[in-house]
DNA sequence: GTCTATATAGGGATAGAC
DNA sequence: GTCTATCCCTATATAGAC
């Protein structure tokens, strides 16, 4: 085999390589984002990728590796959306506003995110550990100044920064966390339920301003 | 065997066998709110109730069974806790004084049963079907009304009940049902986290108060 | 009703050919 | 890297004695 060949074929055996593996977290996924970690098969997570069980194994040696591969990545893009969307360079009102804006709409395109973290976490609380670990805490604490100065500037009322983080995330991951009970409990259809979310994204943030807004 | 006797042995098995099905309800409960349906095992229950694996399928058939009974169990008891808070005779925003007090509290004492409910819908939405059947939604109505009639009247500010409802509901479940990561987020010891969810119940009802009162 | 022992299946994981 | 075949353990469920 000449060079050239070799190459390539080192080429092609690369880019197979992370295709798989690709098709495998895509598939795992999916799988596990629904089922969770006890409920989904790899036989499952296998069909859903188009291979063999065996490959699973091949690239990821045991269920509970592949699991974390797959929570890991799906939290650690969570949580850093809240820092992104929070770290933008506004006066603390119109930050709310484009927090809420922005997030609804990463819930409403990742809607099983919520439930799985909240799941998986339920049972096994160390999983959130590895979340945070590098990633400094850089934005939450310019967010916690940011509403200090605000109360001090009489802009908004007096209150716990922690509560209306808090506040602030509930009020957006709460109704796409508990889609299913929702659309029941209110009755909504499947295109109801997205207007009712859609709707959201003006609605939250006009109802924290108003909590807090010193008028 | 004379009748007395007769009668004597039957009570007890009768207790007996109350006790002994209570027994492995509220063992099925524990094992099975923190785990799930896939992650606990039937012989873990037997333990934790203290009696052999053979006796949970001689009460309740199978494991699928055995969850159904827990989870239809913590579901209604929830959901009718809702209707029951909202039901007392008072006017709006004392209502939801009321409503977010109570239900915090009830939060607190059961605070694996959010996450544990939010799971198992995720992962099986049907389950929720079941819990709403015979139960009116009168509670639900009267409290819409409550809010149309608050609105024209002027006392609050106009508002979709159902958005509101809903922010009411997520406000309280929310940072329970999310604990752990609330905890790691807010970087809170246990005893922390308790004061914090405790606090909310003054903070909660203010915040909702004030987003939607006319002042 | 309660136990011990066991049947049976399902699923994670590996061996080995290609 | 990818497949087939298979190992082997675990977990639900049942049989049957007491």
Known sequence: MDE?????????????????EKDILEAAKRVFQIKGMYGARMQEIADEAGI?????????????????????????????????????????LEKIEYFVENY??????????????????????????NVFMESGVSAEMQFI??????VSLGIIHPVDPKQLIINIIGLCVFPVAAKPIIKTILSLKEEEYLEFIETRKKEVSKFIINAIKVH
Chains 1, 2 share one sequence.
């Open 4 to 20: 050239i060949t070799n190459i390539k074929e080192n080429f092609k055996a690369e880019v197979s390589h992370h295709s798989t």
């Open 52 to 92: 063999n069980k065996a490959m699973l194994h091949y690239y990821f040696r045991s269920k509970d590796k592949l699991f974390d591969a797959v929570f890991q990545d799906a939290a650690r893009n969570f949580f850093s959306k809240i820092r992104e969307y929070l770290n933008v360079d506004k006066p603390l």
């Open 104 to 129: 609804v709409e990463l819930l409403l395109q990742n809607s099983y995110i919520p439930a799985f973290i909240i799941s998986e976490v339920h049972q096994n609380p160390d999983r959130i550990k």
């Open 145 to 150: 100044s940011d509403i200090n100065t605000a």
